[in-house]
């Protein structure tokens, strides 16, 4: 490509550049606030990521130390980890283009996700005319358990502070102060991940009783500056044994994905349910009743087909089908092209997938597909997520740890109430010995509230009516804003905020939820010094994007050094050259 051409001589003549560029890649953050700034700000920097990886990565590293975004320790971290990755995007793409305007929206928040690339998925089968009609015959339903986002901390220690300048607490850094300003419980705490006696307390408490119990992924801890391949592994194989020997019953797992240290990717399970109330599944090609899980590099790579051949397989065998994943399809965080394509799957095969199951946001939530989202209403609502809450506490904001436990009719496999238990933090005996307890029933919460029938099953039509009760009936909603952080940190939420959520819980497909991407930092006052708390610490906690998107607003404040960050990288960049 001519732009990439024209970059490269950049290695050729860096002496005479290496000013400009350097004034350009410092105004450019300084300038970005809008979209098109955005895309002005990677053109100097392609240019940095044409002389390579190691000058792409020491340079946002630079500006990340100088900046003052995070510890020096987790700039270096955080970008030599991930910087060559997105050093490579750089050099592949069009920094004007389509695929530079998702990158704006990912890193920085200053662009809107473009308008999606028109596919039709190819489906190996029509829909059948007269599908299959699934009848319960009112036999006693069995139970599932769902927990997700456990995110343990192996480096867990008690005594640590609580309150320290990482993206994760309670652990024993080299830079620690001598005395914590706050200690860490035994077993755990706010703004801190998942210690090893919180999981195992966890584990042995999902009840003996369960069928199955099903796992939506993510166990490494936020100290993502730090992880490598071999201590994902060593996270991933010690939390599989704590499963194996804790767990009295099944689990269907999802991998999820991990950090870029990793090759794992999102993978989707797709367990089989036969069609008598039996749970001895028919012999397939996967374990338990299962097809292998399917990783989706992209919607239109051989490896997305293989998500539609489960399915094909159970409407030919008259069973039904879950999903279970990590990352909802419907939040903003999910690339609309992919989540537009994921939700024809969902529309063909919506008489045979009896539910889907997620985890990602922390939250317990839901979220509803509409064969019609110009007319989102009951009767074209076909498919339901449920959305657990974390295990972790961390961030702070997220609440008290907790899981669900489904009961299931054993004849259409469709969810007939929710059951969500949770561990209190501020109880008195928590640092000891965590109680977990029922916290409220779905059934029991929002079923007369909602009209539902006793027999109904708790389906798409039916969260449906709870939107419309939410709509309607403002103190049922903000019990359902309570129920999000499990009663903890409780977030307001006026009109605007309600019509928004609302809108999020209807649409499992992403171009629909309302969301618009912002850039932002927040910031805080502790002992008379501001104190850096990310915009929005995500499911993993800090990465490269919570690091670019503060640095617009600090690299234009008027009392940032802008000389000293011009003559450090005016060095990197001419060693570089």
Same mark, same amino acid.
């Given at each position: 490509?001519?732009?990439?051409?024209?970059?490269?001589?950049?290695?050729?003549?860096?002496?005479?550049?290496?000013?400009?560029?350097?004034?350009?890649?410092?105004?450019?953050?300084?300038?970005?606030?809008?979209?098109?700034?955005?895309?002005?700000?990677?053109?100097?920097?392609? /240019?940095? #990521?044409?002389?390579?990886? !190691?000058? $792409? @990565? *020491?340079?946002? %590293?630079?500006?990340?130390?100088?900046? +003052?975004?995070?510890?020096?320790?987790?700039?270096?971290?955080?970008?030599?980890?991930?910087?060559?990755?997105?050093?490579?995007?750089?050099?592949?793409?069009?920094?004007?283009?389509?695929?530079?305007?998702?990158?704006?929206?990912?890193?920085?928040?200053?662009?809107?996700?473009?308008?999606?690339?028109?596919?039709?998925?190819?489906?190996?089968?029509?829909?059948?005319?007269?599908?299959?009609?699934?009848?319960?015959? /009112?036999? #006693?339903?069995?139970?599932? !358990?769902? $927990? @997700? *986002?456990?995110? %343990?901390?192996?480096?867990?220690?008690? +005594?640590?502070?609580?309150?320290?300048?990482?993206?994760?607490?309670?652990?024993?850094?080299?830079?620690?102060?001598?005395?914590?300003?706050?200690?860490?419980?035994?077993?755990?705490?706010?703004?801190?991940?998942?210690?090893?006696?919180?999981?195992?307390?966890?584990?042995?408490?999902?009840?003996?009783?369960?069928?199955?119990?099903?796992?939506?992924?993510?166990?490494?801890?936020?100290?993502?500056?730090?992880?490598?391949?071999?201590?994902?592994?060593?996270?991933?194989?010690?939390?599989?044994?704590?499963?194996?020997?804790?767990?009295?019953?099944?689990?269907?797992?999802?991998?999820?994905?991990?950090?870029?240290?990793?090759?794992?990717?999102?993978?989707?399970?797709?367990?089989?349910?036969?069609?008598?109330?039996?749970?001895?599944?028919?012999?397939?090609?996967?374990?338990?009743?299962?097809?292998?899980?399917?990783?989706?590099?992209?919607?239109?790579?051989?490896?997305?087909?293989?998500?539609?051949?489960?399915?094909?397989?159970?409407?030919?065998?008259?069973?039904?089908?879950?999903?279970?994943?990590?990352?909802?399809?419907?939040?903003?965080?999910?690339?609309?092209?992919?989540?537009?394509?994921?939700?024809?799957?969902?529309?063909?095969?919506?008489?045979?997938?009896?539910?889907?199951?997620?985890?990602?946001?922390?939250?317990?939530?839901?979220?509803?597909?509409?064969?019609?989202?110009?007319?989102?209403?009951?009767?074209?609502?076909?498919?339901?997520?449920?959305?657990?809450?974390?295990?972790?506490?961390?961030?702070?904001?997220?609440?008290?740890?907790?899981?669900?436990?489904?009961?299931?009719?054993?004849?259409?496999?469709?969810?007939?109430?929710?059951?969500?238990?949770?561990?209190?933090?501020?109880?008195?005996?928590?640092?000891?010995?965590?109680?977990?307890?029922?916290?409220?029933?779905?059934?029991?919460?929002?079923?007369?509230?909602?009209?539902?029938?006793?027999?109904?099953?708790?389906?798409?039509?039916?969260?449906?009516?709870?939107?419309?009760?939410?709509?309607?009936?403002?103190?049922?909603?903000?019990?359902?804003?309570?129920?999000?952080?499990?009663?903890?940190?409780?977030?307001?939420?006026?009109?605007?905020?309600?019509?928004?959520?609302?809108?999020?819980?209807?649409?499992?497909?992403?171009?629909?939820?309302?969301?618009?991407?912002?850039?932002?930092?927040?910031?805080?006052?502790?002992?008379?010094?501001?104190?850096?708390?990310?915009?929005?610490?995500?499911?993993?906690?800090?990465?490269?994007?919570?690091?670019?998107?503060?640095?617009?607003?600090?690299?234009?404040?008027?009392?940032?050094?802008?000389?000293?960050?011009?003559?450090?990288?005016?060095?990197?960049?001419?060693?570089?050259?």
């Amino acid at each position: 490509m001519f732009w990439l051409r024209t970059l490269s001589t950049l290695s050729l003549c860096a002496c005479a550049v290496r000013a400009n560029l350097v004034d350009d890649i410092v105004d450019a953050i300084e300038s970005a606030v809008t979209c098109t700034a955005c895309h002005a700000l990677l053109v100097p920097m392609a /240019g940095v #990521a044409v002389l390579g990886d !190691s000058a $792409f @990565s *020491d340079t946002l %590293i630079e500006v990340c130390k100088i900046v +003052g975004v995070e510890d020096d320790d987790v700039c270096e971290g955080i970008i030599g980890e991930q910087g060559p990755i997105v050093a490579h995007v750089l050099r592949s793409i069009n920094p004007l283009g389509q695929t530079a305007t998702k990158l704006c929206n990912s890193l920085l928040g200053l662009c809107q996700q473009p308008d999606v690339n028109d596919y039709t998925v190819p489906f190996p089968k029509a829909a059948p005319t007269n599908p299959k009609v699934w009848v319960s015959k /009112g036999r #006693a339903p069995f139970q599932v !358990s769902h $927990f @997700s *986002d456990v995110h %343990i901390d192996r480096s867990y220690t008690p +005594g640590a502070d609580v309150d320290c300048t990482k993206p994760i607490c309670c652990r024993d850094y080299a830079d620690s102060p001598a005395t914590p300003t706050v200690p860490a419980g035994l077993i755990g705490a706010h703004n801190c991940d998942t210690s090893t006696k919180l999981i195992q307390s966890m584990l042995k408490t999902l009840p003996t009783t369960n069928k199955f119990n099903i796992f939506t992924g993510d166990v490494v801890e936020a100290s993502v500056w730090l992880v490598n391949q071999s201590s994902v592994t060593y996270d991933l194989k010690t939390f599989n044994n704590e499963m194996a020997t804790l767990l009295k019953t099944p689990i269907y797992p999802v991998i999820a994905k991990s950090h870029p240290s990793t090759s794992s990717r999102e993978t989707l399970q797709i367990p089989l349910m036969p069609p008598s109330g039996s749970l001895t599944p028919k012999p397939r090609a996967g374990r338990n009743g299962s097809m292998p899980p399917v990783q989706v590099k992209s919607p239109t790579s051989p490896e997305a087909i293989l998500l539609f051949i489960p399915l094909q397989d159970a409407e030919d065998a008259g069973q039904r089908a879950w999903i279970i994943g990590h990352m909802p399809p419907g939040l903003s965080d999910c690339l609309n092209d992919q989540s537009n394509y994921f939700n024809q799957v969902v529309q063909r095969y919506k008489n045979t997938i009896a539910a889907q199951f997620y985890g990602h946001s922390h939250q317990d939530q839901f979220e509803i597909a509409y064969s019609d989202y110009d007319n989102r209403n009951e009767a074209n609502a076909v498919s339901v997520a449920w959305i657990a809450p974390s295990i972790t506490p961390r961030p702070s904001k997220e609440g008290n740890p907790a899981f669900k436990t489904y009961d299931i009719d054993p004849d259409t496999y469709e969810v007939m109430d929710a059951h969500v238990y949770y561990s209190d933090m501020a109880s008195s005996t928590f640092q000891t010995s965590p109680a977990w307890t029922q916290y409220y029933s779905v059934r029991s919460t929002w079923g007369s509230l909602a009209g539902a029938q006793a027999n109904e099953p708790l389906n798409a039509a039916f969260w449906h009516r709870v939107t419309e009760l939410f709509e309607s009936n403002d103190a049922a909603f903000q019990q359902y804003n309570t129920f999000l952080n499990r009663g903890y940190n409780i977030p307001s939420c006026d009109a605007d905020c309600k019509e928004q959520t609302i809108c999020g819980l209807r649409a499992m497909r992403a171009e629909n939820n309302c969301q618009t991407a912002s850039p932002g930092l927040n910031f805080h006052k502790r002992d008379g010094k501001e104190a850096r708390h990310h915009r929005e610490l995500k499911c993993e906690g800090a990465a490269l994007d919570t690091i670019m998107s503060q640095l617009p607003s600090l690299v234009s404040n008027p009392t940032f050094n802008v000389t000293a960050l011009k003559v450090a990288l005016s060095k990197i960049i001419g060693d570089s050259a």
